[in-house]
């Protein structure tokens, strides 16, 4: 895990296109042609990022996402979340920079 490096914006927004076209490929994979998702960044923490699930069904947004998991700027590591706020610290899931092909991060 790289944990030399402050997360960008970009870092933040390729870690969620990356997360988004996983999760669609597995609905694809499925043969799922009604559910989609999308996950973007929440902005606001001087310290985590949250990073939001979108649920996509038919083409419409039923509510207004959930907390996935919490991206920490100063090293982009990833923390699963402790409810809508913040992270639970108990201990890292990963990093923006090094995510394996088979995770699906976060929760």
Known sequence: MNTATQATSQDIQRFCQM???????????????????????????KKYVRIVHISIIHGHEPG?????????????????????????????RGSVFDVPEHENTGR
């Open 64 to 92: 207004g996402g959930s907390a996935h998991c919490f991206v920490k700027i100063e090293d982009g590591t990833l923390w699963k979340p402790d409810g809508w706020k913040g992270p639970a610290k108990n201990f890292p």
């Open 19 to 45: 997360m988004t076209d996983r999760a669609n490929e597995s609905y694809a994979q499925r043969g799922d042609n009604v559910n989609r998702a999308r996950f973007e960044p929440s902005p606001g923490g």
